[in-house]
């Protein structure tokens, strides 16, 4: 995915865990990240923990 300018899609927006395997995703350059869920609860986990997430897109809803 580096060298091919993937964007992945991870759900669960929220979750501790999610943020940190976009951090360090986007921290390495191997993809574009998006986050799925409230977008008011990633801010507020995302924020909490790394400074730099506001580059990570949250969406809220299901992908159709």
Known sequence: AKTL????????GHDIRVIEAARKITDEGFAKVILIGDREN???????????WNFIKA???AIE
């Open 59 to 61: 969406m809220e809803g």
């Open 5 to 12: 300018h993937k964007t992945i899609v991870l759900p669960e």
């Open 42 to 52: 990633i801010e507020k986990v995302a924020g909490s923990v790394w400074a730099g």
